[in-house]
């Protein structure tokens, strides 16, 4: 029977390689549905996704392919599954509402297992649509107190990624380190414009003619992680920074939406600090 | 000694195709440094745009490549020529004005071998960039006499493209068939919004928040022709439809541009009424 | 003690316009916080949209601005007050789901009284947040008779606002006139591109870049009603027109929201068939 | 007979100041075109924009109009009279082609005295359209040197704007201070991203998805001048810092043509490090 599965390779670029690979491919009477390729002159690193069917194992097509890849190379064989993902959040709604409409609506690709978040506010939202929210005060606590908490209420899901859709709160590279390449972020500005705290204010007293968000892996450097998608929307002397945070809203809950969509599609290869997205 | 050429295809899908052609390219021992292939559900048709390096004869690479994919099919080993555009242009300097600074800057592939006009007006414009000014005025003959002079005048060049540079008058079908796919035209609207005469007017009159500009392929039917490339700019209330006009002029020059370079890069495939943009 | 009013004005231009009313506002005793003015050169027509505090009576006000403007004058002298609004909605809940959220956030100056729906599948969505779904459908009865419970369901509220949250029928000029430049409806195309069914369908076919959104007034020419917003997301050949469909939600939603905002605040006059929008 | 005049007003925002200001445009029996006004919060800054025909004195009307404005307040009655400007260039040809071409067409409302450079790049391009080029090396010279030549050659020139078309090297505070409020400048980024050498290098390596360009004045804060104009194009993982570059040049030139005419206008309010455009 058919069988559709993601086939994502990333290794040292060498001689051959789309040769070999669809070689495999076509020995495996595989039909490539869509099939995409970037090789970074930089480092010479290829990466390729292609899309297939057909009727295979996918454990062997794995090792076959690792056969015939340069030694370290990445390979996945990913068949459809849902993704599980975990929601951390503060106290603003429209990224998550964003969010909760897209997986009540059967857009996302994934299980929404839990919402985290630091503050209660957002409570009624989240159960509206019964999903677990999960209440972890960082009040009167030291941060590594938090993310001890954070990590244990994490720990009973086999979570494939967390989003952090407005939380406003800086994670310890300790608690990165717990989930390397799994954590999305929205950050409230053209990255790597306004780094740091309130993004708007900082937009509105640098007198800018257009704002932006950005969505981007997190890693140990705060706003330095890789981006995935970037969007902007014009502002002028008439918008103070609320009227600016305001209108960001519509633009951060729409790239983040855009990043996560692109993120559970195994659409994004990370590359160091960089995205490549398919 | 190394070469470098552009192979483009285009032919029926067929299992095992990039399998083959990558056997092609591996048996002549060819680099591939970028490489981009498209499948339309629709016509279940292939598209496959590939730079490839290495030392080869390219009517033997065309050759071998032939034999390995479905009969009919388009098959073309491009190496770096440059290529011989000549515009059409009526009195409206920005596009036009555009190409020139461009060229004049080396950064079109192209030789532009003379500028066409029904109006003296661009004249000026045209000679103080050495190149060719050909006027060809339409009043008081009929619309074929005057295409015929176009034609007797286009024939001592040899033309990969002919593009049409905010040209206002229409072409006959007969002028369009002598130039099946080469002429590129830049329309002063969104299409399809806003076809015929006074886009900017129709824009004003219908009260749009946003206008645009398409570049696209010219074919028998009017404004019908396969998109290459379109942008937009916002408007508003206080905006007139000689501002829009004024406004619109960048979108077009822009455009226009990109979407020149854009074919003289043999990156885009017409398919039917629609382009594939590698 | 401090009240606060925006003052609407539209009328004939006419020398002193501005003089007048700010005297007005002046002899009041008034700060203006705000005051957008335009003049339509076609028309002569004068449009003015003051924000004013102070301590006045709003109706002595309103009838001393209309004293010194021309006879046949609109002058709305309007203090803070939420809207009464109606969504009309089928089976899509992007659009829906984007106003529950903002409207649950407390973004809308708003009371959202019902949602209608033709379809039951928004039920659920919409008693999630405790608002009442009223379902009326639509088989087996003709478009008079649906319309006639639609009018009864909506003639039990006072509303200010119809929102056609991608309601998926075309509505009568004999409802439409009942409810005169208080229908707000999203186009899911760049209008007045693609007019009528499945506007994606047709972008698709017609092979454009960019696909678009507009937030209009419902007037009885079907999509011909005055724009109040629109915007765009480029597109390329890989979209079909699900995919484009898919991507458009999110241009469909903010829009729709933008000009929900923007009609909330008062900051839309309609003029003949199209905006002013300050 | 009558005569058009724009009338710029700034000043510290007091009770009844359009009153005030209409009652003199209409004591004078002058029409109003139109009118923009925004009050800055932060500063409590009134700035004010009208475009007023009728039968008048300028200098009476300035007069009139200061009598009843707060004391040390800018106004400003402006009859049409074509600007007169230089440009300063280095070597990249596409911003300054871009004011060439409009300037040849008529586009901008202004004179350009002369090109000043300090490489010989584009002296041919310049004198194609009869535009005196000087060339000011500055090899060998300290910046000293080298922009009091600059200064003598600026000198002879009554200019009301200096435009900064990609010119390379850092002006000096003493340079600046000459032409305080006069010197527009093109940024290759979307400003504050980027400050300092080879924008696009940093957006490269920072692995951005949106580029932009940044049309600023000129202060002694390098590239912290206020901003005029934004805009942006979308990039990924296909761009090397060269096609960055590419890319960006068609931003670049329309941002920094915009910002041009918007101040050849008059509709820029230099406030503090930002802009009140209109």
């Known amino acids: 029977m058919a069988k559709r599965a993601r086939v994502l ?5 060498k001689h051959g390689l789309v040769y070999r690979i669809s070689k495999v491919f076509y020995d495996y009477g595989l ?3 869509s099939n995409r390729e970037f090789v970074d002159k930089d480092s010479r690193k290829f990466f390729m996704r292609s899309v297939v069917t057909g009727d295979f194992d996918e454990n062997s097509l794995q090792n076959d392919l690792c056969k015939i890849v340069p030694e370290g190379t990445n390979v996945r064989v990913i068949t459809p599954r849902r993704k599980k993902i975990v929601i951390l959040a503060t106290k603003e709604s429209h990224a998550l509402g964003d969010i909760l409409i897209r997986h009540a609506d059967g857009e996302l690709d994934a299980d929404i297992e839990a919402v985290i978040a630091n503050r209660e506010t957002l409570k009624d939202l989240v159960e509206r649509f019964d999903i677990p929210f999960i209440y972890i005060p960082a009040e009167d606590i030291s941060r590594e107190e938090h993310e001890e908490k954070l990590l244990k209420a994490l720990e009973i899901y086999d979570i494939d990624l967390i989003v952090l859709a407005k939380y406003m709160r800086i994670l310890t590279a300790n608690f990165v380190s717990n989930y390397q390449g799994k954590i999305l972020n929205i950050h409230h500005s053209f990255l790597p414009a306004f780094i740091g705290a309130n993004p708007y204010k900082q937009a509105y007293e640098r007198g800018v003619k257009i704002i932006g968000a950005t969505a981007h ?3 140990n450097d705060l706003d330095e992680g890789p981006i995935i998608a970037q969007d902007v929307i014009p502002v002028n002397h008439r918008f103070d920074w609320k009227d600016m945070q ?3 809203r519509d633009v951060e809950k729409v790239v983040l939406s855009r990043a996560l969509n692109l993120v559970l599609n195994d659409r994004v ?3 160091g600090n960089k995205t490549i997205v398919f």
Chains 1, 2, 3, 4 share one sequence.
Do not use: L
């Open 9 to 13: 390779i990333d290794c040292k670029d």
């Open 217 to 219: 892996f997190v890693t």
């Open 31 to 33: 039909n490539i549905d």
């Open 246 to 248: 305001k209108a960001g």
């Open 269 to 271: 290869f990370i590359h």
